[in-house]
């Protein structure tokens, strides 16, 4: 009985706590969604540049051994060594030396089958005579690689030296130009381009100023001194007739020595006793004078805004011109075949050039960029010199080879010439015919052979016709 009495009130309790938690508010719980803003660090790849410092592996081609006819003077050779070659990343003997040395020392290395030269500088006939005993390289594919040098197909072709191959690359030049005075300006022919002239046009021009200010304007170096035989031998003779030896009484040289006998009077007479036309220029004798150009250089440094420097005339051939052209070789026996052709294209920059000019006179063979410390005169003579050089009617004509010591004996019938025909009114096919012998006699005693621009004689005298 007990026992059941508990349970009840147990029972009681529990009902009574229902009841009583029934009776009590209800708590409701309700869910929101808010948003909620929230930082959130993502890690984003970004491309940073730094700059890494690189130092080449310095270009050296070595020792190079670089020998020449050409500045073979104290000055000019330690100018070579210490300006032009300077910058060059090799080791370069420089070694000038007159014409017999020169040839002695690469005729023996060739014959040797072993040398120690490996750039040869040279005249444009020398580089003949080191050809025919089969001491140069063919450097037809260095022509390729240099081809943006703009050197003139002119220059390229007396480098094949009559065959098909090229022997050596131009380098350098001393030339003859025309100096101008602009007061002769206003009588300039129409239609003629004083920077394209021919000989035609350069005759009516010294007339106009004749008939115009009744003064002979035109000068010539006639004097003792003075290089008028180069005007005969490289520029108006090969200019009417092709060449100079073999078309030396021929029908087209005769013409030329017309021209000459024609513009004669309007030359002013004292070029006679002209050596060097910068003098007569200066002191405005003549207005318009034809020299080479050292002998030019005082009247456009001196009053370089008074004068015009200008290329040769034209005459039916071409545009007859005389370079004493020097370029660069490699000889069979070179040691350092790449330390030559570096050298070769780094002496043909514009900085070398300008350098070499700069130290030497000599001229490029190409148009340069002349930078403002070259003198105004020295720049016009160099763009005239490259203007003919670079002309569509280009005709080099070399200096005479081959002659040794008798290179005054080739000149005396030029010289005779223009004494009998042009002073002295003699026929001219007669003085052609009679020269003719004389100046065959000197190509038979000196076994000379052709050159340029008259034909290869194939080792033979060349022979007057």
Known sequence: MKKSGLFIIVALVLAASMVLSACQPQTVTQVETKEVPVEVQVEVPVQVTVEKIITPTPINYGDVVFMSTQFNTINEAEAVRGVVLKDFPATVDFIPSDAGTFFDRINAEVEAGKGTASVLGALAGEFSTLQATNSLQDLTSLKAEVADAGISDAFWNVASLGTDKTYYVPWIQANYILAVNKQALPYLPEGADVNA?????????????????????????????GLLHRFFEGFLIPAFSGGVVTTFKSTDAAAGWQWMKDVWPYVNPQSTTYNFMQEPLLSE????????????????????????????????????????????????????????????????TDDALVNTLRETGFFPVAAVDYPGYVSAGIKMEGDAVAAQSSAPD????????????????????????????????????????????????????????????????????????
């Open 197 to 225: 002239l021919t000989y035609d046009q350069l005759l009516e021009w010294a007339k106009n100023i004749k008939e115009g200010t009744g003064e002979a304007k035109l000068g010539f170096p006639a004097g003792d001194k």
């Open 285 to 348: 004798e003549v207005w318009i004078a034809w020299d080479h150009t050292a002998r030019l250089v005082e009247a456009f440094t001196t009053r370089p805004d008074d004068f015009l420097a200008v290329a040769v005339p034209a005459g039916p051939k071409g545009r007859a011109f005389m370079p004493v052209l020097a370029g660069l070789g490699i000889p069979t026996t070179a040691p350092n075949q790449a330390g030559a052709e570096a050298l070769i294209k780094f002496l043909l």
């Open 394 to 465: 280009a005709l080099p004509a070399l200096l005479p080879q081959g002659l040794g010591d008798k290179g005054d004996l080739f000149n005396k019938p030029f010289r005779d010439a223009f004494i009998a025909i042009v002073l002295n009114e003699k026929d001219i096919t007669t003085t052609l015919e009679e020269q003719a012998v004389n100046l065959q006699a000197i190509m038979d005693d000196t076994k000379a052979p052709c050159w340029s621009p008259d034909p290869d004689s194939a080792g033979q005298p060349c022979q007057v016709k």
